[in-house]
């Protein structure tokens, strides 16, 4: 798993480049925010089990369709592997904000998965939704934990939905 650093290093030494303005002002903004992701990780950390257990209470609030007989989400078996999911979610997540970078979502995330989740016959649109409420709940925790720019917490949500949503080819 690589972070902010050693990507950028990684990028301009292929390149055989020296660091440019638009490199350290990278660097800057990455170590100006370290901080605040090492805050927001520790409530993510400190409140995982409930952020899980409350973004699926919401996700199947607006789509009670899943816990219904015939729905993704039926059966207990079914349930506890859907807020598995979402842990997984929120932990990859956590690591991409501390790390500053998206590789590690890319590595043991989301390669694979819209094609597993589709053969298995898991549908993609609840998941995505799941995944943005997470979003939601760590924003609100992570405001309250006294974080006051809370941006860069959309990243790697953002990112997941954005590659596991369909596209049109």
Do not use: H
């Amino acid at each position: 798993m690589r972070d902010a650093v050693t990507s950028l290093i990684k990028n301009y030494d292929v390149a055989g480049r020296y660091f440019d303005r638009n490199a350290i002002d990278s660097l800057k903004s990455y170590f100006e925010s370290g901080t605040a992701r090492v805050q927001a990780a520790g409530a993510i950390n400190s409140n995982a089990a409930s952020i899980v257990r409350q973004a699926g209470s919401r996700l199947f609030e607006e789509q009670p369709e899943l816990i219904r007989p015939s729905g993704n989400a039926y059966t207990t078996r079914r349930y506890a592997a859907c807020l598995r999911d979402m842990d997984y979610y929120l932990r990859y997540a956590t690591y991409a904000l501390v790390a500053g970078s998206m590789d590690v979502l890319d590595e043991r995330v989301l390669q694979g998965l819209r094609e597993t989740y589709n053969s298995l016959g898991v549908p993609i649109g609840p998941t995505v939704r799941g995944i943005q409420i997470l979003k939601d709940i760590i924003k609100e925790q992570v405001t309250a934990a006294g974080v006051a720019n809370t941006a860069f917490l959309d990243e790697p949500f953002d990112y997941m939905t954005r590659e596991l949503s369909e596209q049109d080819i």
